[in-house]
């Protein structure tokens, strides 16, 4: 090295494992149950509708719903978002689950499509679970332990089973029928019954379940709100949120003609409340939360924010509540502050209000504040709760309680989340009671990857050029017709043009260094520089890298004077194959990871 010249700091490089290639598909790898989007992608791309139903369904007993209403964890992690946009997953499951789910009347055949363990005709084992609570939790958890042949029992509180899906979501958002479908298609599992209109701690104390069934699940869920101690807070026409929305979609609505509403929350709570609103006649309806939109801030979803805009609702976002002003007996407004900081250098919620304080005329407040759930049925049951009001977990495998005999999952488990975490969370139960009544290991799941190359790759570029393009939403007035739901799903067409532009993360370009001649004609070819060549001292890679170069060179001396390393980065990569069409001697090739899924 010359006098004064200056070392080039080292890249860290990875070399890929399994755990690499499956956290390839982001997809995937962000939703909670690890449905293989990109594989149900593929399949509608190809008119494959049946796979690609069944992708959906195969470890989801609730695609359907997801299809309609699912906070999509999977466009979170979408690489095409890197791109531009991420791809619409979600709406693609729906347009597959109208063709294919429980919603078109059948059934049997949707549950034929899961891998969950067992089958669908299970030799019965003799034993008996039962499900405190018919949500997506409990009735997940009772479909995967149906398959492996318990005999399930489901008790619900109230007359209908869905949960938050029927008591929560407003019925214009989803669609009842398709709620009935996907609960009656588990319920055709012979062993599995139903008790509705069971009030546990009321009608059946939680020791006669404990004498009648092996094991125990909770998935109550938090189905009953919040509020905050501001002033006034405890006026006669200030209410919870969830109140509201179980009367509305359980009861008689209220007739909120002669009422200027206010509610306070930003989430989808929040919007379901304004929006409802709207549906029961209110003429104004104000919405202040201290989340700031333009910051992404906001917990809840883009389209119910902009369902609730072109429905009329206004959003005070950056605004906290600091008291409910009455006059003369009678609520005249909200008084809010303007938003310095809603979280701490450090992320942690810690809100600052500081500047201009206004008033939000209004007659009415509703909170959407957070949710609490009613667990007085667990006082005199033995079983640890935390300071959050929760059930306490004691073995996250197996989501354990402090009795060893019962399980929870869903909200009441981990707190408010998406109706595809208390799935997941059914089905880690099912397995964890499963593995102690067998007094077995809990199955996982396991994928199986198999490597090829593609002899030829001929995508053309169209599918970057495609931009992401919603659902069609049609007018309506809220008030007029309540119960329409605006939202019509994909043409054909669209289903397939929207699914094409999925970057297909599970294919990538290989090297094979014996025949390759580092002319670089694939790094300079490469449009969104993925690729880049380096020699091996340029690259730090610990023991993995130090193994191959030994394998290669015999030596890692001999390595880093002589060799040189390919280095690829997956997050820039789009996956157009102009590497291995610019490659003359066929050293770069475009591979393909296939996966096969299965419990073991």
Same mark, same amino acid.
């Given at each position: ?27 995937? *790898?962000?939703?909670? /149950?690890?449905?293989?989007?990109? &594989?149900?992608?593929?399949? $509608?791309? %190809?008119? =494959?509708?049946? @796979? ?72 019965? *084992?003799?034993?008996? /679970?039962?499900?405190?609570?018919? &949500?997506?939790?409990?009735? $997940?958890? %009772?479909? =995967?332990?149906? @398959? ?82 501001? &002033? ?369």
């Amino acid at each position: 090295m010359k006098k004064g010249a200056v070392m080039a700091e080292k890249i860290n490089v990875e070399l890929p494992d399994q755990d690499y290639y499956e956290a390839e598909v982001a997809c995937r *790898n962000a939703c909670p /149950v690890h449905t293989d989007a990109r &594989g149900y992608l593929l399949a $509608t791309v %190809a008119g =494959d509708y049946e @796979r690609a139903y069944a992708i959906s369904r195969a470890t989801n007993p609730f695609a359907s719903i997801c299809g309609k209403v699912c906070g999509a964890p999977c466009e979170k992690g979408c690489r095409r978002s890197d791109v531009d946009e991420a791809v619409v997953i979600r709406n693609i499951k729906g347009f597959l689950t109208d063709k294919r789910g429980p919603e078109t009347g059948d059934l049997i055949t949707p549950l034929t499509y899961s891998i969950a363990p067992g089958s669908v005709n299970p030799e019965l *084992n003799g034993k008996s /679970v039962g499900v405190i609570g018919g &949500g997506c939790a409990g009735y $997940t958890c %009772a479909h =995967d332990l149906a @398959r492996l042949g318990y005999a399930v029992t489901i008790y619900e509180r109230w007359e209908k089973s869905g949960g938050q899906l029927v008591q929560g979501v407003p019925i214009n958002r989803l669609s009842r029928k398709v709620v009935a479908n996907e609960l009656a298609s588990i319920e055709m599992f012979e062993h599995v019954e139903v008790k509705n209109g069971v009030d546990v701690g009321k009608d059946i104390t939680m020791e006669e379940l404990e004498e009648a069934h092996e094991a125990l699940f909770i998935g109550v869920g938090l189905a009953q709100g919040r509020s905050i101690p501001i &002033g006034n807070y405890d006026h006669p026409d200030v209410h919870k949120g969830l109140d509201f929305l179980f009367d509305f979609n359980m009861r008689d609505r209220w007739d909120l003609s002669a009422k200027r509403v206010i509610v306070i929350g930003g989430g989808d709570v929040a919007f379901d409340v304004a929006r409802s609103a709207l549906r029961s006649g209110s003429p104004e309806v104000n919405l202040a939360c201290l989340e700031r939109e333009h910051l992404g801030e906001m917990p809840g979803s883009k389209d119910e924010r902009d369902g609730g805009r072109r429905e009329g609702v206004v959003s005070n976002d950056g605004w906290g509540p600091e008291e409910i002003v009455v006059e003369n007996g009678k609520i005249k407004g909200l008084k809010v502050k303007q938003v310095a900081r809603v979280f701490d250098d450090e992320g942690r919620f810690s809100p600052v209000l500081e500047g201009e304080s206004r008033l939000i005329e209004g007659d009415m407040v509703f909170m959407a504040v957070g949710q609490a759930s009613d667990i007085s049925f667990l006082e005199e049951a033995g079983i640890e709760m935390t300071p959050q009001g929760w059930v306490n977990v004691v073995n996250e495998e197996t989501l354990q309680t402090s009795k060893s005999n019962i399980f929870v999952g869903g909200d009441i488990a981990h707190g408010p989340k998406l109706f595809i975490d208390a799935v997941a969370s059914g089905s880690q139960a099912a397995r964890g009671i499963h593995a102690y009544l067998t007094e077995t290991k809990p199955l996982k799941l396991k994928r199986k990857i198999t490597f090829k190359d593609l002899p030829e790759y001929g995508r053309t570029s169209g599918y970057v050029d495609e931009e992401r393009e919603e659902r069609e939403e049609l007018p309506v007035d809220p008030a007029k017709d309540p119960e329409f739901n605006t939202t019509l799903e994909y043409a054909e067409a669209e289903a397939k043009e929207q699914a094409s532009r999925c970057l297909e993360c599970h294919i990538h370009p290989t090297f094979e260094a014996d025949i390759c001649i580092l002319c670089g004609g694939c790094v300079d070819v490469c449009p969104s520089y993925c690729l880049s060549m380096k020699s091996v001292d340029r690259v730090e890679g610990g023991e993995d890298l130090k193994v191959l170069a030994e394998m290669e060179f015999g030596d890692m001396a001999v390595a880093q004077e002589q060799g040189s390393v390919m280095l690829f980065d997956p997050l820039k990569c789009i996956r157009c194959g102009m590497c291995a069409q610019k490659c003359p001697t066929g050293a770069c090739k475009m591979s393909v990871n296939e996966f096969e899924d299965c419990f073991a």
